[in-house]
């Protein structure tokens, strides 16, 4: 199936600006339309880079005509140098574009801690320019990654009558996932016609079930965005929240955000297995994430999945550390896969390790927690934790 759909009124190209590696696509421009309405949830990182607060001062200002994004430097931790840099790459685009500064958000992912070049964005600007294309989404998804594996691309699209809504998005991200609004970097557009404030609201309810359901590390990144455009060009308007339109593009946006989600997992540094985290019985659904980011979050639970070995006590103990208040143990119950490892607290009675261990065998794996105090549930994405995750991040400078 094609992982993503032209979108009417939005222009990508990708080029290679030599930010980190020589010969890769490092440097996407994206170009919307006139008229286009634009949503947009950041990182909740207290050093949050200079793109981060750069955006976030545009588009609080105006309707953004122009993405700039750039793989290899994240441009944090740099100070008022970096601010500087962000700004010039947005006024020589702006510039060359006939636009306001404003008018340009930008967004970085790479190595925090290092000057960004933004004389070699600069430069390449003017061919980015003449390159736009609608089908450009392959490209630009693969000049966003960093330590990824693959692009992450998904596409969705729904009937409303006689009219065709799209939606397509790309992702990046494979590690320092642990995210607090989004994921690293995701840029998913539409043609539908939605007001801003409207697609604010669906863009923050999708991410809060899909990037904000994920991690693979612990780790919230400085750079975190998910942006989300409305070109206006196609034949579907969202004009309230209620309605055939509003509840179809809901579904629809959820479902490539989940998708998109999924794939940062799937595809976790070092990661060998994807692991769903199911958890029911809450009294809260805030207390059901807080059970499953702390079993997904725990370094020997992730290890344990990664040597395949049905270690259900750590489980049982990342539960019981999760910080939910008078937790009555003994109504707690676990499943991994169709096989219960914990009855009402302890060591389910017919249970027998060559069970767990055939179910931990598998590259995907469900864990399901019952709680037994309520009726709340949410669901969390993870991944094992490996050697291979050790060895990336100790050679990512090298």
């Given at each position: 199936?094609?992982?993503?759909?032209?979108?009417?009124?939005?222009?990508?190209?990708?080029?290679?600006?030599?930010?980190?590696?020589?010969?890769?696509?490092?440097?996407?421009?994206?170009?919307?339309?006139?008229?286009?309405?634009?949503?947009?949830?950041?990182?909740?990182?207290?050093?949050?880079?200079?793109?981060?607060?750069?955006?976030?001062?545009?588009?609080?200002?105006?309707?953004?005509?122009?993405?700039?994004?750039?793989?290899?430097?994240?441009?944090?931790?740099?100070?008022?140098?970096?601010?500087?840099?962000?700004?010039?790459?947005?006024?020589?685009?702006?510039?060359?574009?006939?636009?306001?500064?404003?008018?340009?958000?930008?967004?970085?992912?790479?190595?925090?801690?290092?000057?960004?070049?933004?004389?070699?964005?600069?430069?390449?600007?003017?061919?980015?320019?003449?390159?736009?294309?609608?089908?450009?989404?392959?490209?630009?998804?693969?000049?966003?990654?960093?330590?990824?594996?693959?692009?992450?691309?998904?596409?969705?699209?729904?009937?409303?009558?006689?009219?065709?809504?799209?939606?397509?998005?790309?992702?990046?991200?494979?590690?320092?996932?642990?995210?607090?609004?989004?994921?690293?970097?995701?840029?998913?557009?539409?043609?539908?016609?939605?007001?801003?404030?409207?697609?604010?609201?669906?863009?923050?309810?999708?991410?809060?079930?899909?990037?904000?359901?994920?991690?693979?590390?612990?780790?919230?990144?400085?750079?975190?965005?998910?942006?989300?455009?409305?070109?206006?060009?196609?034949?579907?308007?969202?004009?309230?929240?209620?309605?055939?339109?509003?509840?179809?593009?809901?579904?629809?946006?959820?479902?490539?955000?989940?998708?998109?989600a999924q794939a940062i997992v799937r595809d976790g540094e070092g990661?060998?297995?994807?692991?769903?985290?199911?958890?029911?019985?809450?009294?809260?659904?805030?207390?059901?994430?807080?059970?499953?980011?702390t079993v997904a979050n725990s370094p020997l639970v992730k290890t344990?999945?990664?040597?395949?070995?049905?270690?259900?006590?750590?489980?049982?103990?990342?539960?019981?550390?999760?910080?939910?208040?008078?937790?009555?143990?003994?109504?707690?119950?676990?499943?991994?896969?169709?096989?219960?490892?914990?009855?009402?607290?302890?060591?389910?009675?017919?249970?027998?390790?060559?069970?767990?261990?055939?179910?931990?065998?598998?590259?995907?794996?469900?864990?399901?927690?019952?709680?037994?105090?309520?009726?709340?549930?949410?669901?969390?994405?993870?991944?094992?934790?490996?050697?291979?995750?050790?060895?990336?991040?100790?050679?990512?400078?090298?």
């Amino acid at each position: 199936m094609k992982k993503w759909c032209e979108i009417a009124g939005i222009r990508l190209a990708a080029g290679a600006a030599g930010i980190r590696k020589p010969g890769r696509d490092d440097l996407v421009l994206m170009e919307l339309a006139e008229g286009s309405a634009t949503a947009a949830v950041f990182t909740r990182n207290a050093f949050c880079a200079a793109p981060v607060r750069v955006a976030r001062e545009h588009l609080a200002t105006a309707e953004p005509r122009w993405l700039l994004i750039n793989s290899g430097n994240a441009n944090a931790g740099m100070g008022e140098q970096g601010l500087r840099d962000a700004r010039a790459c947005c006024e020589a685009l702006a510039r060359l574009a006939g636009d306001r500064e404003s008018s340009v958000l930008p967004f970085s992912t790479g190595v925090i801690g290092e000057r960004l070049p933004a004389g070699r964005i600069t430069a390449s600007l003017p061919t980015l320019l003449e390159q736009l294309a609608p089908d450009c989404w392959p490209e630009a998804a693969r000049a966003i990654m960093t330590t990824d594996t693959r692009p992450k691309m998904a596409c969705r699209t729904f009937r409303l009558g006689e009219s065709e809504c799209r939606l397509t998005g790309i992702a990046k991200g494979a590690g320092m996932i642990c995210p607090d609004m989004a994921t690293m970097l995701a840029f998913i557009a539409t043609d539908a016609r939605v007001p801003r404030p409207l697609l604010q609201a669906l863009l923050e309810e999708a991410v809060e079930v899909s990037f904000n359901r994920i991690t693979v590390d612990g780790d919230t990144s400085t750079n975190d965005a998910c942006v989300l455009v409305a070109s206006g060009r196609g034949g579907v308007e969202i004009g309230s929240g209620a309605g055939p339109a509003a509840t179809a593009f809901r579904e629809a946006l959820g479902s490539l955000c989940r998708e998109l989600a999924q794939a940062i997992v799937r595809d976790g540094e070092g990661a060998t297995k994807f692991i769903e985290l199911r958890i029911r019985g809450g009294r809260s659904e805030a207390e059901c994430l807080a059970v499953g980011r702390t079993v997904a979050n725990s370094p020997l639970v992730k290890t344990a999945f990664f040597a395949s070995d049905p270690n259900w006590g750590r489980i049982l103990a990342a539960v019981g550390r999760a910080g939910i208040a008078d937790l009555e143990v003994g109504k707690v119950d676990i499943h991994l896969g169709e096989v219960r490892i914990v009855r009402q607290g302890g060591r389910d009675p017919g249970y027998r390790e060559e069970l767990g261990a055939a179910v931990m065998a598998g590259d995907e794996i469900t864990v399901t927690i019952d709680l037994g105090r309520g009726d709340a549930a949410t669901t969390v994405w993870t991944c094992d934790l490996s050697y291979d995750y050790v060895r990336i991040n100790a050679e990512y400078r090298t």
